[in-house]
């Protein structure tokens, strides 16, 4: 008889995948949390999965595993199930451990780094599916080429989106890329990000040295990105094989670069040598270099460079990753994309520049809860929103556990940006956003919502306006 599992904050957007597989495999599940959306929200209700809003102690009694969220106890260290969880001395799990037990392969593909993984992740999987090699994969988030953002394939192959956060806060504070055997792998860079967890520039480094030296012991292959900060670093103590992938520099380079309107073409060398031509629906340079670091993966492995090719070219991207939603009746274009955090931001909207050159970009942004902690944080705003040409930040929503000194409003992030004033506004209220949009939109308009949370509604509001 399968065992019975509860999940603690299953609306994580990879645990809500991952509880979904484990259900469809005849595992009983269970799952609680508050405050979830899509894409979790469907998938689990789709999927007939067993979970409830709040937080019910009487629910752990029959269970036999209990798995915790990423950042359930972050949100509440008492949290009442998992205290009777402990009370009850139940097994209790971060999520990687399921992700080891059911995902994890022989041949781990591991992708790491600041910004950047859950394409990169993605782009793997999906050239090794091409390929016919059916892996097994997990992706935060949901991609456009699979059903789901996880599978348990039958081939030696896994595909980890491998992040740095805490396995899970307060109960397993290692970082989640630690546990999953790290062999082939990939960092983007290792630029200092969740000061809540990583308080300086060198704790957030040490993470990847850490990372590295599993690659090294596994016998591993290590690929960096040669524009990624600080990986130089991360290189320092890592003896072990590893090759640079760059847009101009690296073992991997990449050249004959062409924007068009639905597509970017490139072709790319290896040592000065030229591998092949690729073309990609992707926008922006930052996308390039994450095909780069497929290309470079895969072809390594020793995949047919037609199948590389091929999944390159049919990639279609993730939700909520410069996803457009529509355009509305004044013939502006509605973008959401995921960037939650001041870099995650700028190659966005970099990408965005470089395909919309001419048209006028308006940008709504809200932080994630990690980036609105510490004021240190607000002087990576200063030239995040270069490549905008009007930012609004709405009302943003301070944690009462966040010391009065250290919390961040709205205003704060604004006054941080270096901007024209006329170029960025604080609009705390709804309506002073559609007021604006509605003003200052047209057909060659473009704007795009950044945020790692929902919008309320208001997305489908601006594109009705």
């Given at each position: 008889?399968?065992?019975?599992?509860?999940?603690?904050?299953?609306?994580?957007?990879?645990?809500?995948?991952?509880?979904?597989?484990?259900?469809?495999?005849?595992?009983?599940?269970?799952?609680?949390?508050?405050?979830?959306?899509?894409?979790?929200?469907?998938?689990?209700?789709?999927?007939?999965?067993?979970?409830?809003?709040?937080?019910?102690?009487?629910?752990?009694?029959?269970?036999?595993?209990?798995?915790?969220?990423?950042?359930?106890?972050?949100?509440?260290?008492?949290?009442?199930?998992?205290?009777?969880?402990?009370?009850?001395?139940?097994?209790?799990?971060?999520?990687?451990?399921?992700?080891?037990?059911?995902?994890?392969?022989?041949?781990?593909?591991?992708?790491?780094?600041?910004?950047?993984?859950?394409?990169?992740?993605?782009?793997?999987?999906?050239?090794?599916?091409?390929?016919?090699?059916?892996?097994?994969?997990?992706?935060?988030?949901?991609?456009?080429?699979?059903?789901?953002?996880?599978?348990?394939?039958?081939?030696?192959?896994?595909?980890?989106?491998?992040?740095?956060?805490?396995?899970?806060?307060?109960?397993?504070?290692?970082?989640?890329?630690?546990?999953?055997?790290?062999?082939?792998?990939?960092?983007?860079?290792?630029?200092?990000?969740?000061?809540?967890?990583?308080?300086?520039?060198?704790?957030?480094?040490?993470?990847?040295?850490?990372?590295?030296?599993?690659?090294?012991?596994?016998?591993?292959?290590?690929?960096?990105?040669?524009?990624?900060?600080?990986?130089?670093?991360?290189?320092?103590?890592?003896?072990?094989?590893?090759?640079?992938?760059?847009?101009?520099?690296?073992?991997?380079?990449?050249?004959?670069?062409?924007?068009?309107?639905?597509?970017?073409?490139?072709?790319?060398?290896?040592?000065?040598?030229?591998?092949?031509?690729?073309?990609?629906?992707?926008?922006?340079?930052?996308?390039?270099?994450?095909c780069l670091a497929a290309i470079a993966l895969?072809?390594?492995?020793?995949?047919?460079?037609?199948?590389?090719?091929?999944?390159?070219?049919?990639?279609?991207?993730?939700?909520?990753?410069?996803?457009?939603?529509?355009?509305?009746?004044?013939?502006?274009?509605?973008?959401?994309?995921?960037?939650?955090?001041?870099?995650?931001?700028?190659?966005?909207?970099?990408?965005?520049?470089?395909?919309?050159?001419?048209?006028?970009?308006?940008?709504?942004?809200?932080?994630?809860?990690?980036?609105?902690?510490?004021?240190?944080?607000?002087?990576?705003?200063?030239?995040?929103?270069?490549?905008?040409?009007?930012?609004?930040?709405?009302?943003?929503?301070?944690?009462?556990?966040?010391?009065?000194?250290?919390?961040?409003?709205?205003?704060d992030i604004i006054n941080a940006i270096n901007?024209?004033?006329?170029?960025?506004?604080?609009?705390?209220?709804?309506?002073?956003?559609?007021?604006?949009?509605?003003?200052?939109?047209?057909?060659?308009?473009?704007?795009?919502?950044?945020?790692?949370?929902?919008?309320?509604?208001?997305?489908?509001?601006?594109?009705?306006?």
């Open positions: 008889m399968k065992e019975k599992i509860h999940f603690i904050g299953i609306g994580g957007s990879a645990i809500a995948p991952l509880a979904t597989m484990l259900h469809s495999q005849g595992y009983e599940i269970s799952g609680s949390d508050y405050n979830i959306f899509d894409p979790a929200l469907s998938l689990l209700n789709k999927n007939n999965v067993n979970w409830y809003e709040g937080f019910k102690p009487e629910k752990i009694k029959d269970v036999d595993l209990v798995i915790i969220g990423g950042s359930i106890l972050m949100k509440d260290e008492n949290n009442p199930e998992y205290l009777e969880a402990k009370k009850l001395n139940k097994q209790i799990e971060s999520f990687t451990y399921l992700i080891n037990k059911h995902i994890i392969k022989e041949e781990s593909i591991v992708v790491c780094g600041t910004y950047g993984k859950t394409t990169i992740t993605s782009l793997i999987a999906w050239i090794l599916e091409v390929a016919n090699l059916d892996p097994s994969f997990l992706i935060g988030g949901l991609p456009l080429n699979f059903e789901y953002g996880i599978k348990q394939g039958n081939s030696q192959y896994s595909v980890i989106e491998g992040d740095e956060y805490a396995s899970a806060f307060g109960f397993d504070m290692s970082p989640k890329f630690l546990h999953y055997k790290p062999k082939h792998t990939i960092i983007t860079a290792a630029q200092w990000d969740h000061v809540n967890l990583y308080p300086t520039e060198k704790s957030y480094i040490d993470a990847y040295k850490d990372l590295v030296k599993l690659v090294e012991k596994n016998k591993g292959q290590l690929y960096l990105s040669e524009n990624g900060k600080n990986n130089e670093e991360v290189l320092k103590e890592y003896n072990g094989e590893s090759q640079k992938y760059g847009l101009q520099n690296g073992d991997f380079t990449v050249d004959d670069i062409e924007f068009k309107k639905q597509h970017t073409s490139f072709s790319v060398k290896k040592a000065h040598e030229e591998i092949g031509e690729f073309e990609t629906p992707l926008i922006g340079l930052h996308n390039i270099e994450n895969t072809h390594n492995l020793g995949i047919d460079l037609e199948k590389i090719q091929e999944g390159i070219k049919t990639y279609k991207g993730v939700k909520r990753r410069l996803e457009v939603i529509g355009v509305n009746s004044k013939g502006a274009t509605i973008i959401d994309d995921f960037a939650h955090s001041a870099v995650k931001a700028q190659s966005t909207l970099e990408a965005l520049r470089t395909r919309f050159k001419d048209n006028k970009i308006i940008t709504i942004y809200s932080p994630r809860v990690s980036e609105r902690e510490s004021k240190d944080t607000l002087k990576w705003y200063k030239e995040t929103f270069k490549d905008t040409d009007y930012i609004i930040i709405p009302k943003i929503t301070v944690k009462k556990s966040t010391e009065k000194e250290f919390r961040i409003h709205g205003i901007k024209k004033e006329e170029k960025k506004h604080y609009f705390p209220k709804e309506e002073q956003i559609l007021e604006f949009l509605s003003k200052n939109s047209d057909k060659n308009t473009i704007i795009v919502f950044m945020s790692a949370g929902e919008w309320g509604g208001l997305i489908e509001k601006i594109t009705n306006i």
